[in-house]
């Protein structure tokens, strides 16, 4: 069975459990004998190696993980917070338009009852040019 151009990279970064800094030395070994007939994999093996067995380097590698994964999480927060405001913003928005569709339609009953624009007016404490828009629209 063939297996996909993919397989190797994979396999090689599956072959450590970074939460208990152990490596599978079967996917190891195994990665290695890949390693032998494709040139690519064997250099990034080396350099992984190389990586992980310098303190130097492997305390940069570390602090440049964290770097990004604090920059992850601060554009998770940032999206987060801008959708709330977002929802916010929408929020009032809709509670506007509700309450003038509600006066709207308040106006649009009194009149059918026969009640006349300056007694809408008067009992709703607005002017009779306000009441005649909200009819009209």
Same mark, same amino acid.
């Given at each position: 069975?063939? @297996?996909?151009?993919?397989?190797?990279?994979?396999?090689m970064l599956s072959a450590?459990?970074?939460?208990?800094?152990?490596m599978d030395e079967e996917?190891?070994?195994?990665?290695?004998? %890949? +390693?032998?007939?494709? @040139?690519? %994999?064997?250099? +990034?093996?080396?350099?992984?190696?190389?990586?992980?067995?310098?303190?130097?380097?492997? &305390? +940069? &590698?570390?602090?440049?993980?964290?770097?990004?994964?604090? @920059?992850?999480?601060?554009?998770?927060?940032?999206?987060?917070?801008?959708?709330? #405001?977002?929802?916010?913003?929408?929020?009032?928005?809709?509670?506007?338009?509700?309450?003038?569709?509600?006066?709207?339609?308040? %106006?649009?009953?009194?009149?059918?009852?026969?009640?006349?624009? +300056?007694?809408i007016a008067n009992i709703?404490?607005?002017?009779? #040019?306000?009441?005649?828009?909200?009819?009209?629209?």
């Amino acid at each position: 069975m063939k @297996q996909s151009p993919e397989w190797p990279w994979l396999t090689m970064l599956s072959a450590v459990d970074s939460r208990t800094k152990r490596m599978d030395e079967e996917m190891f070994r195994e990665l290695e004998g %890949i +390693a032998m007939t494709e @040139q690519e %994999i064997l250099e +990034a093996l080396e350099e992984w190696q190389s990586l992980s067995v310098d303190p130097e380097n492997r &305390y +940069a &590698y570390e602090m440049r993980l964290k770097w990004l994964l604090d @920059q992850l999480s601060n554009i998770r927060s940032s999206r987060e917070e801008g959708r709330q #405001e977002g929802l916010k913003e929408g929020l009032k928005e809709g509670l506007k338009k509700g309450r003038e569709e509600g006066i709207k339609e308040t %106006i649009r009953k009194m009149s059918e009852k026969g009640m006349s624009i +300056a007694h809408i007016a008067n009992i709703l404490d607005m002017t009779e #040019e306000d009441v005649r828009e909200r009819l009209g629209d």
